[in-house]
């Protein structure tokens, strides 16, 4: 099995910054893609940045320039910088990550159970 847990989330002021993790762990042969989605009030989960194994990503075109998505191969992580945050940025961010296990070798999609970010005005 494998496990994502994200840490990070809180409450912050409009042009603040945070920062997000994310660390798999578990069963694990190899981690493709990881991202983070996030999910309004209200609204339907969306994706908010992307990168694969090889580093290239992709992002929102609402958070471009703004927010900066990195992982730490070594150490099954990924991060989510977000800087000059706004109000409308305030939603669940959750954690995903495409994992190869120790016992499936074939690409799987985890997801972490969330954490908050709300930011306020």
């Known amino acids: 099995q494998v496990q994502l847990v994200e840490s990070g989330g809180g409450l912050v002021q409009a042009g603040g910054s945070l920062r997000l993790s994310c660390a798999a762990s578990?069963?694990?042969?190899?981690?493709?893609?990881m991202g983070w989605y996030r999910q309004a009030p209200g609204k339907q989960r969306e994706l908010v940045a992307r990168?694969?194994?090889?580093?290239?990503?992709n992002y929102a075109d609402s958070v471009k320039g703004r927010f900066t998505i990195f992982r730490d191969n070594a150490k099954n992580t990924v991060y989510l910088q977000m800087n000059s945050l706004k109000p409308e940025d305030t939603a669940v961010y959750y954690c995903?990550?495409?994992?190869?296990?120790?016992?499936?070798?074939?690409?799987?999609?985890?997801w972490g159970k969330g954490t908050l970010v709300t930011v306020s005005s």
């Open positions: 995903n990550a495409k994992v190869v296990t120790t016992t499936v070798l074939v690409g799987m999609n985890y």
């Open positions: 990168i694969t194994s090889g580093g290239s990503t």
């Open positions: 578990g069963s694990i042969f190899s981690i493709n893609a």
